[in-house]
């Protein structure tokens, strides 16, 4: 049964919740009373559709259905979740919760304030125990972090009903266990925003050189190591006590300006609005944003390649994602989008991506027959590939989405040979073709073998199906 998912509040934030929900399958009911809340949500859903995929080595769940309406009840009726993007006034806020429980009593309610506690946010309602704090990070439909705030008052069923629905369609709940404002992230950029404003302010740095100073240094170790972990190592052997003991004293100089905040004058808005429009006024907003989705997505994707931070959260999200070939004619070992960090200088997929996306789906066959990561471990058994031929017919780009069909060609003894056709899904146009031989292999031995009756038996029946065609 689809799930369903409310959206009040159409905005930015609103539209990548909006995003999330909807590519992970999930129906979506949007209530903003803009009169353009329809185009900015389809825009930021447009981007939504051609990131996310990228993230994934397999397809998403089929879109969900996206719907606008004319009332918060309206858009609240039947939802399973419903997420609060509104304006940061707590009056504005207040009223929108009276009207979502009235309309929709005991379901989960979160929102997306940065500057509001949940009891602040709970003040007057009805029923405080559904409300919560879920403060994401924009682009919510690519960064995976969601603070989930309760407050005492706030049922601990519903928090743990809420980090279950996140977790499901791809995100990261932290659970912030007390009440604090800024919660915890926004905190940390508050303390870099005010030194940065002095060093505009005081001429030391423009607002080009102090991105730069972050994303060729330290942006890179915080975004998989984070803050501890990266200090930890610059301990050296010794670890975290000997950093905090060589550094510790520093924290007495005055390095910053943490507590006092430059006054925003009609100067300094001039100053660093006028510095920002000459490092990037030259691409519109829907370029940046496009700029930057492709970045996290390349760099989200190495850190999945290593298994950590944000790319283990996306590996996990993965595995609940794939679904094992079934027994058909031909099998579809392959359904994905192709990856910004797949394509080269010519904007295409490079010859080594097809490589991979055969091998992906030589893996899917072996994983039906009973060659799977099990069999290698456990059995230290598997299939190793020993001759391809792959014919390139038409470019493959970046966000396309393709499938391959397999077919097992030749089952018998030792060998196992496939021929893939890799197709682009949207009209079926066949992209690349590849015969692949493997033959079966002992771990141990490392020499050719035949394989187990149980792998042999389902090698022989699946080849008998497919020469069928």
Known sequence: MTKRAAIIGGGV?????????????????????????????????????????????CALPAEGKLSFHGSIAEAAEGADWIQESVSERLDLKHKVFAEIQAAAPGVPIGSSTSGFKPSELQEGAADPSTIMVTHPFNPVYLLPLIEVVPSEATSPEMVEAAKAVLTEVGLYPLHVRKEIDAHIADRFLEAVWREALWLVKDGIATTEEIDNAIRYGFGLRWGQMGL?????????????????????PALSWPWTKLMDVPEFTPELVDLIADQSDAQ??????????????????AMMRALKQQGTASGKLVGQHQRTLMRPPQDARPMITQDRMVPVDWTDMNGHMNEGRYGQVFSDAAEGVMAFVGAD????????????????????????????????????????????????????KSDGEVMATCDQLMLHVSLETRRTCAPPEDVADKVAALAALHAEE
């Open 228 to 248: 501890f972990e990266t200090y930890r190592v610059a301990g050296g052997e010794a670890g975290m006590r000997h950093f905090m003991a060589q550094f510790g």
């Open 373 to 424: 990561e099990a069999y290698v471990s456990e059995r230290q058994l598997s299939y190793f590939t020993v001759e391809t031929t792959i014919k390139y017919l038409a470019e493959t780009r970046a966000g396309e989405e393709i499938i391959v069909e397999s077919r097992v060609t030749e089952g018998g003894g030792k060998k196992l040979r496939c021929f893939h056709e890799m197709k682009r």
């Open 13 to 57: 934030i609103g539209g990548g919740w909006a995003a999330r929900f909807l590519l992970n399958g999930w129906d979506v009911r949007v209530f903003d009373p803009d009169p353009e809340a329809d185009r900015k949500v389809g825009e930021v859903l447009t981007n939504a559709r051609g990131a996310l995929p990228m993230l994934y080595d």
């Open 280 to 297: 990037s006024g030259h691409l519109t907003i829907r370029e940046l944003e496009r700029k930057r989705d492709r970045n996290l997505i």
